[in-house]
């Protein structure tokens, strides 16, 4: 149990598009996901946090207009990323919590994303 | 601020044991120390996870000293697909959010096994 899944796993856009990635909770209800980006041989860093029906919270840093977070469902967050630019082009990680305090945060696979 | 501490880098052979140690001085009462392997290009994967003394399941073994100011991962008879990044998280998932200094990962240890 516990998987969370990624779509897409890759994306490459043009400069200005925006992009979207969904977070998925498969087998389970996700009280609060996460979101983290993580550049080349770097450490992940959380970008926002987010639960379901309310507005993400975001790190310090991190421009809420321009990485939209919509967490419509207990099973679905997504992030989309607006008028992405090269700047941006990292690997995106969603994780998700099922609500209890014994219980640690799953991760998903990852999206890469390459702007061009 | 529970921020931890790692070895940046390990070497080991396939069949020994390997052990890291993750130092977290100011743990507060109600972390719980966690710890991530995580392959290039993929996500974190959970490995084991501990508040207090030793927590033990099919791949790792986690020993916390009574102080909780250090923990330490251990992996019995590493193979080279256990070449990774570790990661140890300290903090309360439910008290999430950077600025209350949970959910900080740090740099990570990168496992290298050889044959």
């Known amino acids: 149990g516990a998987v969370v899944s990624q779509h897409p796993s890759w994306v490459i856009c043009k400069s200005g598009t925006s992009v979207k990635i969904e977070c998925r909770s498969l087998d389970f209800q996700a009280t609060t996901m996460f979101w983290y980006r993580q550049f080349p041989k770097q450490s992940l860093m959380l970008m926002a946090t987010?639960?379901?029906?309310?507005?993400?919270?975001?790190e310090q840093g991190v421009e809420k207009d321009k990485f939209l977070i919509n967490h419509a469902s207990l099973t679905l967050s997504t992030l989309t990323v607006t008028s992405a630019h090269p700047e941006d082009s990292s690997f995106y990680i969603c994780?998700?919590?099922?609500?209890?305090?014994?219980?640690?945060?799953?991760f998903g696979p990852g999206t890469r994303l390459l702007v061009l | 601020l529970a921020k931890t501490t790692q070895p940046i880098s390990m070497d080991s052979y396939e069949g020994q044991e390997v052990n890291i140690t993750c130092s977290h001085n100011n743990i507060a009462t109600n972390d719980y120390i966690t710890w991530y392997q995580q392959f290039p290009s993929q996500g974190p994967r959970f490995i084991i996870q501990g508040y207090k003394t030793k927590v033990t399941n099919e791949v790792a073994s986690l020993f916390i000293p009574a102080d909780r100011k250090s923990s330490t991962l251990s992996l019995p008879r590493v193979s080279l697909s256990d070449t990774a990044v570790y990661y140890c998280l300290v903090g309360d998932v439910r008290g999430y959010g950077g600025s209350q200094g949970n959910l900080i990962f740090g740099k990570g240890t990168k496992l290298s096994v050889k044959p």
């Open positions: 994780s998700a919590w099922r609500g209890t305090k014994q219980e640690t945060q799953y």
């Open positions: 987010s639960n379901e029906g309310s507005k993400a919270t975001y």
